[in-house]
């Protein structure tokens, strides 16, 4: 079993930055998670904000609106998956959590079964 906690979070002007970490405590080789931040808005359903996949293959992918403005990477030595996030909108105001699962990821929430309780990103206009 995989336990996940994200830091990082806070306020941020619009076109500021911030950058989440996912720290990940675990027995079996973490390299073998695929790994995702999603993010979830007051009143909105939780969506994917990117994915990177496991085993080294470190391929990525992201949702339409990151628009090239965020990174997720990995380092598996350290256990931790990182989002960089650039231009921050007011529209990216969100509790953002980091998501586990063993094998292949996906884009929807169902498609990872380990979760994190999140972090606060709250971007002002």
């Known amino acids: 079993q995989i336990q996940l906690v994200e830091s990082g979070g806070g306020l941020v002007q619009t076109g500021g930055s911030l950058r989440l970490s996912c720290a990940a405590s675990?027995?079996?080789?973490?390299?073998?998670?695929?790994m995702g931040w999603f993010r979830q808005a007051p009143g909105r359903e939780r969506e994917f904000v990117a994915r990177?996949?496991?085993?080294?293959?470190?391929?990525?992918s992201y949702a339409d609106f990151v628009e090239g403005r965020f990174t997720i990477s990995r380092d598996d030595a350290k256990k931790t998956v990182y989002l960089q996030m650039n231009g921050l909108k007011p529209e990216d105001t969100a509790v953002y959590y980091c998501?586990?699962?063993w094998g292949p990821g996906g884009a929807t929430p169902s498609d990872f079964r380990s979760w994190g309780r999140g972090t606060q990103v709250t971007v002002s206009s």
């Open positions: 998501a586990a699962n």
């Open positions: 675990v027995r079996i080789t973490f390299s073998g998670y695929d």
């Open positions: 990177i996949t496991g085993w080294s293959s470190d391929m990525t």
